[in-house]
Structures are given as structure tokens and as C-alpha cells.
């Protein structure tokens, strides 16, 4: 690490311990969580249904872990998916700098696969139609349905650094099971990052037509998974960088 990173790590260690940045924190995400904050932003063109501060955290995470698949369940506008072919496509992009060799997007190794239990018409067809779609591939049906998860599992195994997202039902149950299904495809020193754990933290009244809420989310579903998997461990420094995140413990790094 050189002093600008010492000096990082010092501040980011702080700011964690820091009170009223972790009152100012919850009174944020309680605050912008009612008012659906997360829906205003787009990635290329495509609804994303993130917070930025995560962006930029998975843009970081790529960046060091340099996947050649990156997993994804949990579609919907598909501004994620476009956001990690793009993630992919400034991988090959400096890659070809470096080496001086050009690589075909068509060609590439490196490659998005989404999965989401339905894939709605009009944006399927947007994806389709976006520059990045050569990189992306998806998949229709729930992500722990044994065949999804054969599938999945297929295509994870002429791929040899892996990141794993997961995004789709926020029940304990689900998100257990695609834990189980899914996270061991991570490659060592590479993340399995489970979003939404914030639901734990939040009131219940926030979620009054949703079959999840605090006790029964994922992050109830990360606890029980980690109990027996001692192969991961939450990368705190993650979170304690954002403050603004809607995965705190989420960040599972694979050792």
C-alpha cells in the first residue's frame, strides 16, 4: 500500500466508529429508502434500481477481481447487467492496451449471465438491443430451480474467476437457498455480494406488501449460511467506505 492508501484505510477504520455518521447514515437510508431514491438512476440508458455509493463499490470489486463471469440474479430493467458488461468491456479494453491486441466484444471470455424468474417482454428486448448485449446472456426462471441452477452451473465451468450477485427475492428462505446454490461458484479471493441485507435494519412498516421484512431477509439468510461456510467472510471495510449501502454484511468475500 502506498500513503494514499494507508491514508484511506486510516479514514474509512474512523468513519466507522464515528457516531454521527452513523446517525446521519440511517436517517438517510430510512429517509430515501421511503421516498424510492434507488429508481432515479440509469446505467447506459437502462434503469438500474441501485444506490450509487454501490455502483461505485461493484465497480471496485470488478476492478481487483477482474472476473470472466459475473452472475447475476435478479434482472428486472437490466441496468445491472449493463453495468457489469460494461465493467467487462473496460477490462478488455485496458487489457488490449496493455497488450497491444484488440479483442472482438463477440469474442471476449469475459461475460454477464442474469437470471430472473420473468424476464418481461419489452425488457428483454431492450437488453437485447444495447451495445453490451453481446456480453450478456439470461436465463428465465426462478435462480433455485434445479435446472436453473444446472444451467448456471454449466456455464460457470469454462469460466475461471467468477463474482457472484445476488438481487431477487428477499426471503430468508430464497436467499439462503441461492446462497447454497450459487456462492460456491465464487472463486477464492473474488466476492459473493448479497444485496439488500439493510432489510433487517430497517422498521417493518416498510415493507407492508412484501413477504419479507426484519427476521426474514437476506440478511437473516447470510448469518445462517455463514454459520457453516467458513470459506467466506463479510469484508466490512466494504461498508464501513460506502456508510450508504444497502448491503451492509453483504459483502461476502470468498478465502
Known amino acids: 500500500m502506498n500513503d494514499f492508501d494507508n491514508e484511506v484505510a486510516t479514514r474509512v477504520a474512523t468513519n466507522a466508529h464515528n457516531p454521527t455518521l452513523a446517525a446521519s447514515t440511517e436517517a438517510f437510508l430510512r429517509a430515501s429508502?421511503?421516498?424510492?431514491?434507488?429508481?432515479?438512476?440509469?446505467?447506459?440508458?437502462?434503469?438500474?434500481?441501485?444506490?450509487?455509493q454501490d455502483m461505485v463499490a461493484m465497480q471496485e470489486l470488478i476492478w481487483q477481481v477482474k472476473p470472466d463471469l459475473i452472475i447475476e440474479t435478479g434482472i428486472a430493467h437490466g441496468g445491472s447487467l449493463i453495468f457489469s458488461a460494461s465493467m467487462l468491456a473496460q477490462l478488455d479494453l485496458c487489457e488490449a492496451i496493455e497488450s497491444?491486441?484488440?479483442?472482438?466484444?463477440?469474442?471476449?471470455?469475459r461475460k454477464v449471465l442474469g437470471i430472473d424468474i420473468d424476464i418481461r417482454a419489452h425488457n428483454r428486448a431492450a437488453i437485447e438491443a444495447h451495445p453490451m448485449a453481446t456480453r450478456i446472456q439470461m436465463l428465465q426462471g426462478s435462480s433455485i430451480a434445479p435446472d436453473v441452477v444446472t444451467q448456471v452451473h454449466a456455464i460457470a465451468a469454462s469460466h475461471s474467476r467468477v463474482l457472484v450477485c445476488l438481487d431477487s427475492n428477499h426471503t430468508h428462505d430464497h436467499v439462503l437457498a441461492e446462497l447454497e446454490a450459487y456462492a460456491p461458484l465464487t472463486s477464492v479471493g473474488s466476492y459473493c455480494v448479497v444485496f439488500d441485507t439493510l432489510i433487517e435494519d430497517m422498521p417493518e412498516s416498510m415493507f407492508p406488501d412484501r413477504p419479507w421484512g426484519p427476521g426474514n431477509n437476506p440478511k437473516t439468510a447470510v448469518r445462517e449460511y455463514l454459520k457453516s461456510h467458513p470459506e467466506f467472510e463479510i469484508d466490512q471495510s466494504i461498508q464501513h467506505k460506502l456508510l450508504i449501502t444497502v448491503a451492509p454484511d453483504g459483502f461476502l468475500k470468498r478465502l
Not at 421511503?34 to 450509487?52: E, H, K, L, T
Not at 484488440?102 to 471470455?109: A, G, L, M, Q, V
Open 33 to 52: 429508502i421511503a421516498a424510492q431514491y434507488s429508481y432515479n438512476f440509469a446505467w447506459m440508458g437502462r434503469p438500474i434500481i441501485q444506490y450509487p
Open 100 to 109: 497491444g491486441v484488440s479483442i472482438n466484444p463477440r469474442e471476449s471470455r
